[in-house]
């Protein structure tokens, strides 16, 4: 059975860090590209970063510079690390698995609430 299993969120004034976490089970994690999408109420899912398999990552405009993910092959997670965090990034942030046409899996998701 697939899990990919977000945590992290939190609550966190302007200017504040977090490090989002998504374990991954019942998948070869280091075969697979790694996403973090995020979706604010009323809006739809948007991709925040990604990082490949074989480590290259890319960023939204949005996030660039602030934003870093990260993965650990070895314990089967990826990391998204929010530095900087704004009132618009609050979102529910979702880590997103995907390896081929069929192979595409999300987690339950993580509450980030950035407020003064």
């Known amino acids: 059975q697939v899990q990919l299993v977000e945590s992290g969120g939190g609550l966190v004034q302007p200017g504040g860090s977090l490090r989002l976490s998504c374990a991954a089970s019942?998948?070869?994690?280091?075969?697979?590209?790694m996403d973090w999408y995020r979706q604010a109420p009323g809006k739809q899912r948007e991709l925040v970063a990604t990082i490949t398999s074989g480590g290259n990552t890319n960023y939204a405009d949005s996030v660039k510079g602030r934003f870093t993910i990260s993965r650990d092959n070895a314990k089967t997670t990826v990391y998204l690390q929010m530095n900087n965090l704004k009132p618009e990034d609050t979102a529910v942030y979702y880590c997103?698995?995907?390896?081929?046409?069929?192979?595409?899996?999300w987690g339950q998701g993580t509450q980030v609430t950035v407020f003064s």
């Open positions: 997103y698995g995907r390896r081929y046409a069929f192979n595409r899996y």
């Open positions: 019942g998948i070869i994690f280091s075969m697979y590209d």
